[in-house]
């Protein structure tokens, strides 16, 4: 079975960093991509950032292209989202997830399994 464990999550000011960490135990052959989704209430969820596990290939959703890289550790089990410049619109809850389906103007589809998520709160 394939559990995910989210950490790094915080309160920052606009401006600053925050790098979230998901460590992934267990192993899926169907598993293709690892992205990163948040959630705030009342919205729907967003993709922010996707990876390919087969190709490295990243996808970036456009609100946060530029500020956030999505990068794993293979040795580690761990995939991670460094965020940048970071915008009280950034504030909600982030999961990691496992996918089977990767597409390059998506990201990461057909998931799989979720992490409990980690809260970012960014102040102005």
């Known amino acids: 079975q394939v559990q995910l464990a989210e950490s790094g999550g915080g309160s920052v000011q606009a401006g600053g960093s925050l790098r979230l960490s998901c460590v992934v135990s267990?192993?899926?052959?169907?598993?293709?991509?690892m992205g990163w989704f948040r959630q705030t209430p009342g919205k729907e969820r967003e993709g922010v950032a996707s990876?390919?596990?087969?190709?490295?290939?990243?996808y970036y959703a456009d609100s946060v292209k530029g500020r956030f890289t999505i990068s794993r550790d293979n040795a580690k089990n761990t995939v991670y989202l460094q965020m940048n410049s970071l915008k009280p619109e950034d504030t909600a809850m982030y999961y990691c997830?496992?996918?089977?389906?990767?597409?390059?103007?998506?990201?990461?589809?057909?998931?799989?399994?979720w992490g409990q998520g980690t809260r970012v709160t960014v102040s102005s």
């Open positions: 997830a496992t996918g089977q389906s990767y597409y390059i103007t998506s990201g990461c589809a057909s998931l799989q399994y």
């Open positions: 267990g192993y899926s052959a169907s598993t293709n991509c």
């Open positions: 990876i390919s596990t087969n190709t490295d290939t990243t």
